[in-house]
């Protein structure tokens, strides 16, 4: 199918579905003449594009031509959406147009409503690669497991949240990570072909990298677990993470979650005021939010809100920062 429309935050699977594409098409005799990769933010190289994508491929095999930031059905662009529809039927059938970007194409735009219909006909392609948001654990589970099954692993409760907890919902890493569990795993079962079993006391010799978020630190301080929280926080400062923009991430997150908190015991149970108040855009996170804060006391997140606005004023005036997160938090305990 000659146009391919790649959209999502996975960049690493969009390039690896392209580079796979280019394998297994592509004559490695004409690689380099063959291949051409566009950026969609120039204009002369999107010009460009549409000239690259009309020309036959030399040689044998195929002509791939990549344009990532592709804008054509992410902006409205009457000159863009014109030069694509002219063209579209003139692309030799041995030449993919893989058009590339992290926005989903706009339903509301013409170039897009003419995309599909081509995707109707056959004529198009439409495939998205998104990441599960870092606060979706259910959706960053799921993720993990269809990536596993794909190598004939599966994981135990206790290895998916550790590995989780890992790698986050970076898939480059995740990927090569699994890989190396396979590896790991078929030698000490000495049959790669037999369903793998990953447990905890595997994955954390394998997954030895520990990862520290803001979400993960959320969700200790929401458990009450000030101890772990402040070890999270502890090893964020350490690896880098500027301390008042890391609090600025805990106040803005806890504050969301007073917000739903409060909402929700006043009766107000309408995800769509709830989003509007929090200012949250996705309505979905509410649901996981509400699941977070129901045994929690809207007098406990308005406490952790005080502290945590005490601790940016003290980091304005340049107090230690492990000795303000410590000396704060630990009065929640």
């Given at each position: 199918m000659p146009i391919q429309i790649l959209w999502g935050n996975d960049l690493n699977a969009q390039n690896t579905f392209i580079q796979k594409l280019i394998d297994k098409e592509v004559s490695k005799e004409w690689k380099e003449i063959n291949v051409t990769n566009l950026n969609g933010d120039d204009d002369e190289q999107l010009n460009k594009a549409f000239d690259e994508v009309l020309t036959p491929p030399f040689g044998d095999g195929y002509r791939i031509v990549t344009l990532k930031n592709n804008p054509i059905f992410t902006a409205k662009n009457e000159d863009l959406r014109?030069?694509?529809?002219?063209?579209?039927?003139?692309?030799?059938?041995?030449?993919?147009?893989?058009?590339?970007?992290?926005?989903?194409p706009d339903s509301r735009l013409k170039s897009t409503k003419f995309l599909q219909k081509l995707i109707n006909n056959n004529l198009a392609k439409e495939k998205s690669f998104s990441l599960p948001e870092i606060w979706d654990y259910d959706g960053q589970k799921r993720f993990l497991e269809d990536a596993a099954n794909e190598m004939n692993i599966k994981i135990d409760k206790n290895a998916a949240e550790f590995i989780i907890d890992s790698v986050g919902n970076d898939s480059f890493k995740l990927i090569n990570e699994l890989s190396k569990a396979k590896i790991y795993l078929s030698a000490a079962a000495n049959d790669s072909n037999s369903q793998l079993f990953l447990k905890s006391i595997d994955a954390k010799k394998i997954f030895s990298d520990h990862q520290s978020n803001i979400f993960k630190i959320i969700d200790l301080l929401l458990k009450k677990n000030i101890n772990e929280s402040l070890i999270e926080i502890n090893f964020s400062l350490q690896k880098g993470e500027p301390a008042l923009k890391l609090n600025a991430g805990l106040i803005s997150q806890i504050r969301i979650h007073t917000i739903v908190k409060l909402a929700a015991n006043s009766g107000n149970d309408n995800v769509e005021k709830m989003c509007n108040l929090a200012g949250i855009s996705n309505p979905k996170r509410i649901f996981f939010i509400r699941k977070k804060?129901?045994?929690?006391?809207?007098?406990?997140?308005?406490?952790?809100?005080?502290y945590l606005l005490d601790i940016e004023s003290l980091l304005k005036k340049g107090n230690n920062p492990i000795n303000v997160f410590t000396e704060n938090l630990i009065n929640l305990s």
């Amino acid at each position: 199918m000659p146009i391919q429309i790649l959209w999502g935050n996975d960049l690493n699977a969009q390039n690896t579905f392209i580079q796979k594409l280019i394998d297994k098409e592509v004559s490695k005799e004409w690689k380099e003449i063959n291949v051409t990769n566009l950026n969609g933010d120039d204009d002369e190289q999107l010009n460009k594009a549409f000239d690259e994508v009309l020309t036959p491929p030399f040689g044998d095999g195929y002509r791939i031509v990549t344009l990532k930031n592709n804008p054509i059905f992410t902006a409205k662009n009457e000159d863009l959406r014109t030069k694509f529809e002219k063209i579209h039927n003139n692309i030799p059938q041995n030449t993919y147009f893989i058009l590339q970007n992290t926005k989903k194409p706009d339903s509301r735009l013409k170039s897009t409503k003419f995309l599909q219909k081509l995707i109707n006909n056959n004529l198009a392609k439409e495939k998205s690669f998104s990441l599960p948001e870092i606060w979706d654990y259910d959706g960053q589970k799921r993720f993990l497991e269809d990536a596993a099954n794909e190598m004939n692993i599966k994981i135990d409760k206790n290895a998916a949240e550790f590995i989780i907890d890992s790698v986050g919902n970076d898939s480059f890493k995740l990927i090569n990570e699994l890989s190396k569990a396979k590896i790991y795993l078929s030698a000490a079962a000495n049959d790669s072909n037999s369903q793998l079993f990953l447990k905890s006391i595997d994955a954390k010799k394998i997954f030895s990298d520990h990862q520290s978020n803001i979400f993960k630190i959320i969700d200790l301080l929401l458990k009450k677990n000030i101890n772990e929280s402040l070890i999270e926080i502890n090893f964020s400062l350490q690896k880098g993470e500027p301390a008042l923009k890391l609090n600025a991430g805990l106040i803005s997150q806890i504050r969301i979650h007073t917000i739903v908190k409060l909402a929700a015991n006043s009766g107000n149970d309408n995800v769509e005021k709830m989003c509007n108040l929090a200012g949250i855009s996705n309505p979905k996170r509410i649901f996981f939010i509400r699941k977070k804060v129901k045994n929690i006391s809207q007098e406990y997140l308005i406490n952790l809100m005080s502290y945590l606005l005490d601790i940016e004023s003290l980091l304005k005036k340049g107090n230690n920062p492990i000795n303000v997160f410590t000396e704060n938090l630990i009065n929640l305990s």
